[in-house]
């Protein structure tokens, strides 16, 4: 039975038998006993599913995962422990030493340093594109040895909207696919797979927690990428896996399969980034309204920006769903339904004056976070992505005066009272 997206964000991925707990539970547990070394044998060999060991998988993980690749309309999926660590696993399941990747340049900061600097010290070099570059120059952007190409939905915090088909068809045009971070829209918002992405990735920390509760991530695998068809570019999954017995991903778990478990076996195995059954157990109630919070956010943060460009202190406004915004017609295309509640914004008097304005918010609290139920700010350029120069600050759409205002779900009213007597103080 087919089933909505608001049911799915309440009872996908677990479905208590009789006698089981109505919640999804919490296995705390690190290990599992079984009654033979044959039967842990055959786990170890990925002949048979099941539980060993916490870092690799765990019953409340997988449930989670399991909801998330369900609402996302994926195959297979993986937590990780943070949004950072499953956009590196996304990008180091194919592409390593010697392998070159094309992104967007309209990325989270943190994101932009992993793949221009800390992945470039692992050997591997990334080119970075304007997301609204023109098809000859995203075309130009590729070699032979890239392995994939990466965006984000909506980007953080310049609010770009990635043009995902284009991309797709870039991608897909050289053999390669698409990873989407999806983190501002969400699956209720925008589901990237169906417009061609082929791996999505999420931030879990952000609007599927909801709370400010738990950190955490997820890798969502579409299942349609054919990666027999490249075997030369993508080896690690179309031939013998030396360092788990041999095993030939694509061979014995299919292209719905392949990625997220060699994505388990080999990076989680080794690098350990996992997320704690507890975190995802909060997650999950996060995401029992996640439905219901993304429709208020999405509104909050339209009202707002209206607000916000229409008065005399606010130098300039970017919100997706804003009607004249230059991102506008791609989200009318992408997320007719609603964009997400961050709202960019810049004040007329440069950076002293967004300091000012920051300082005198009361419901507008400043944190690092973003996209939670509280209204929070924050400036960019002094904070999450103050490791950039002012030239990468330009690319990825960033200026020193860049305000993010995350609308949370508290009635717009209160939050447009509370802008309106913090720029009364510049």
Partial sequence: MTQSLDTIC????YRPADGDPRQIPIYQNTT??????????????????????????????????????ELEGGTAAMLTSSGQAANFFAVFNIAGAGDHVVA???????????????????????????????????????????????????????????????FAAAAHAHGVPLIVDNTFPTPVLCRPIEWGADIVTHSTTKYMDGHAASVGGVIVDGGKFDWTAYPEKFPGLCQPDESYHGVVYTERFGLEGAFITKATAQLMRDLGSIQSPQNAFLINLGLESLHLRMARHAENGRRVAEWLAAHPKVAWVRHPSLEGDAEFELAE????DGSCGVVSFGVAGGRAAAETLMAN?????????????????????????????????????????????????????????DLDQALAAV
């Avoid at 990325?107 to 793949?115: M, S």
């Avoid at 103050?386 to 600050?393: I, T």
Wanted: charged content about 20%; hydrophobic content about 40%.
């Fill in 361 to 417: 918010l009361k419901l507008g609290q400043i944190a690092t976070h973003v996209a939670d139920a509280r209204t929070c700010v924050l400036h960019p350029a002094n904070a999450t992505h103050r490791q950039m120069n002012d030239e990468e600050l330009a690319a990825a759409g960033i200026g020193p005066d860049l305000i993010r205002l995350s609308c949370g779900i508290e009635a717009a009213e209160d939050l447009i009272a």
């Fill in 104 to 166: 967007s340049s309209a990325i989270y900061g943190g994101t932009y340093n992993l793949l221009a600097h800390t992945m470039g010290r692992m050997g591997l070099e990334c080119t970075f594109v304007d997301p609204h570059c023109t098809d000859e120059e995203l075309a130009a952007a590729f070699r032979p040895n890239t392995k994939c190409v990466f965006g984000e939905t909506i980007a953080n915090p310049a609010l770009a909207v990635l043009d995902i088909e284009r």
């Fill in 10 to 13: 309440v009872q996908g991925g």
């Fill in 32 to 69: 599992w006993k079984y009654d033979t070394s044959e039967h842990m044998g055959r786990l170890f060999d990925l002949e048979e599913s099941g539980y060993f060991y916490t870092r690799l998988a765990n019953p409340t993980n997988d449930a989670v995962a399991a909801k998330i690749a």
């Fill in 333 to 336: 295309k992408y997320l007719p």
